[in-house]
């Protein structure tokens, strides 16, 4: 399988130093909590960390992303591991070489999830709902806004039924988040990775596994510039 090996589009992450910090005082705060709990509602953690609840919300889609928490519609935040990997707290740079090697694993991780996903008739519901909430908010965003959400690639992983793919995948996102985060900029757009995740899906329904797998491959296996 072969791809025309572009750049990831950077998007700086607005008020970079103000994500980060609510990012690591809800991840601090998660690491004291149980499974299952309930994270304060927004409004009184905005008010907590003295911060927008745009800010509070790209934080919170940041560790559901990564799987320490699950946001509920109508119901709220769980915690659902509460600490970080070992492996991600050891490795929090935001070095081009690093950036790099970490798109080299995730790419490779990604294609795996795809493949597997292939040959067996399976229920696409769940992902399309999550495409669709995405629609939702983005219906209401305007400009381009930098994306580190993978909750898509995530749900895909699941779908194999590898526990042990999950979470090494799981420990690859959080510092694909962490070392984006570091940097200060995004891979590219939010609108234009929801893009990209759609023609994956298709692809999927379709059954056309070698297509989606391209279509990985263009998504996640991008060159680092300009950083």
Same mark, same amino acid.
């Given at each position: 399988m072969t791809t025309d090996r572009g750049a990831f589009a950077l998007v700086?992450?607005?008020h970079v130093d103000v994500y $980060?910090?609510?990012?690591?005082?809800l +991840?601090? %705060? &998660?690491a004291q909590m149980h499974p299952g709990e309930r994270?304060?509602?927004? /409004?009184? %953690?905005? $008010?907590?960390?003295a911060v927008s609840r745009v800010s509070l919300r790209e934080a919170l889609r940041s560790l559901e992303s990564v799987g320490r928490i699950e946001i509920r519609r109508n119901? @709220? +935040?769980? &915690?659902l591991e509460p600490r970080t990997n070992p492996i991600t707290a050891r490795l929090k740079t935001a070095d081009g070489a690093t950036l790099g090697h970490l798109i080299e694993v995730r790419a490779a991780l990604e294609d795996r999830v795809v493949a597997m996903l292939g040959g067996t008739d399976r229920d696409w519901d769940a992902v399309e709902a999550l495409l669709e909430a995405t629609e939702g908010e983005l219906a209401h $965003?305007? @400009?381009p806004i930098g994306s580190l959400d993978v909750r898509f690639e995530a749900m895909l992983a699941r779908m194999t039924g590898n526990p042990l793919l999950v979470e090494l995948q799981k420990a690859v996102h959080e510092l694909w988040v962490d070392a984006w985060g570091a940097a200060g900029s995004a891979p590219g757009a939010r609108r234009d990775f929801h893009r990209e995740h759609r023609q994956i899906l298709n692809a999927l329904r379709a059954g056309n596994?070698?297509?989606? /797998?391209?279509?990985?491959?263009?998504? &996640?296996d991008r060159? &680092? $510039?300009g950083l």
């Open positions: 700086p992450i607005p $980060e910090a609510v990012l690591s005082q +991840s601090a %705060l &998660v994270l304060p509602a927004e /409004r009184e %953690l905005a $008010e907590q960390l119901a @709220g +935040s769980f &915690v $965003e305007h @400009g596994i070698a297509d989606a /797998r391209t279509l990985m491959a263009m998504h &996640v060159a &680092v $510039e």
